[in-house]
């Protein structure tokens, strides 16, 4: 279990680093009123922007071995503390001081997870679900992300929709995607050990390599859309959230239920979901024009 919470910081960080360089990446794309299947392939001329794709496949490695060690719903909490990371970029990045209540955010967050962990003790399951369950899941999860297309993009409704309103459905969106896909992670490390036959010959690759292209794009698009301060939100909270109600589902992971137990997971994301909100509201993220004129600066002519 050591191993796993080691790798999932370590995870934490790359994905993180991948955040931070994929917007400024993507930050001077034009915007889209639609879903842009070309958007990959623009941002992919950006050294930046494939900066941050280098430490989303870091990240992703430490992902897959920590899952390897440890149960989906221990890993993924700790991937919240993205958030973290993320306002320590922006603190280094941007002039701004770091206000009282930053810290505060900060501190409530991580006191949030590491409550969560002491009193939910995810531990159990098994290394397979069936797949009924695995179709029952992924059919859940692709509609979800239809209906955040739908909202993000209009159809009909809201054509004239704000960049931080779609950035933060997008991010929603993606965090649900992000989740599913570390519980195919979770099936597909259980064949590491396996071989190659029975790693390509077992569908979870498969279904990964679509789903982690997918998300690609979803990510991208959130990036691209509006603030980070907007997008964050959803990918630091729902991805974590989702992973743990499939790890319950599909493979059979447990929370200590003791009343006491509840009480304190209650608490733990009251303060969790309260320093997330806060912290991706800070003065360091918001202002990210300022982190923008500093990122460029530092890593001169990335952007262009």
């Not at 299947?37 to 950006?46: C, D, G, N, P, Y």
């Not at 779609?166 to 490390?189: D, M, N, P, Y």
Request: aromatic share 10%; hydrophobic share 55%; glycine share 10%.
């Amino acid at each position: 279990m050591d191993k796993a919470i080691v790798l999932a910081l370590a995870a934490s960080v790359c994905t993180a680093t991948s955040s931070v360089c994929q917007r400024l990446g993507a930050r001077s794309t034009s915007e889209t009123t639609g879903l842009d299947f070309w958007l990959v392939f623009r941002l992919a001329r950006r050294p930046i922007w494939l900066l941050g794709i280098a430490s989303m496949i870091l990240g992703f490695v430490f992902q897959l071995t920590a899952l390897h060690y440890g149960a989906l719903a221990l890993v993924q909490p700790i991937l919240a503390l993205e958030l973290l990371f993320v306002f320590g970029y922006m603190a280094v990045l941007g002039s701004r001081g770091v206000k009282p209540r930053d810290w505060l955010a900060a501190a409530a967050m991580s006191s949030g997870l590491a409550l969560f962990l002491f009193a939910a003790s995810p531990s159990g399951g098994r290394s397979h679900a069936p797949a009924s369950m695995w179709l029952l899941a992924g059919f859940v999860t692709l509609a979800v992300v239809l209906v955040g297309l739908a909202l993000a993009f209009g159809l009909g409704r809201r054509p004239s929709a704000s960049p931080s309103y779609r950035a933060a459905i997008l991010g929603a969106s993606t965090g649900v995607a992000w989740g599913f896909v570390a519980a195919v992670i979770k099936e597909f490390s259980s064949h590491l050990g396996d071989g190659a036959a029975a790693i390509f010959t077992n569908w979870s690759v498969y279904v990964l390599i679509g789903a982690g292209a997918a998300s690609l794009l979803l990510a991208s698009h959130a990036l691209a859309a509006g603030p980070l301060a907007a997008s964050q939100p959803g990918f630091t909270i729902l991805d974590p959230l989702a992973a743990s109600l499939l790890g319950l589902f599909l493979f059979g992971e447990h929370f200590q239920a003791a009343t006491a137990d509840l009480a304190l997971e209650a608490l733990a994301l009251a303060l969790l979901v309260s320093g997330v909100t806060a912290l991706s509201h800070s003065h360091l993220i918001v202002g990210e024009d300022e982190m923008q004129r500093a990122g460029e600066a530092s890593w001169s002519g990335a952007g262009a």
